[in-house]
């Protein structure tokens, strides 16, 4: 399989955030998570043990807050598209 990265940033309010949120819950959940935008599209199948790293800083009055998640996958998850930022379930 190629290499393939999907990039978006944003500016969002708390709440659209937690609706992020709680779609990438649900597509753990599920074993596939769907993420496109106007730009781009790619779809992953997390399974098995997966690996989670959190870090917060802090700096004068910057806050920064990183989730990471990464895990092995065979090939075969099909990718999606559509116009705004979407995160899809299965």
């Known amino acids: 399989m190629s290499d393939k990265i ?5 500016v969002q309010d ?13 597509g753990f959940a599920a074993g596939k998570l769907t993420f496109s ?5 790619m779809s992953v199948c997390p399974a098995g043990m997966i690996n989670v790293e959190i870090e917060v800083k802090r700096k004068e009055n910057r806050r920064k807050l990183t989730l990471k998640f990464s895990w092995r996958e065979d090939d075969g998850c099909p990718a999606g598209e559509d116009s705004g930022l979407n995160i899809e379930v299965g």
Do not use: E, N
């Not at 999907?6 to 944003?10: D, E, L, Q, S, Y």
């Open 37 to 41: 935008d106007s730009k781009a599209d």
């Open 6 to 10: 999907f990039r978006h940033a944003t």
């Open 14 to 26: 708390p709440q659209s955030i937690a609706d992020y949120f709680d779609a990438i819950r649900d």
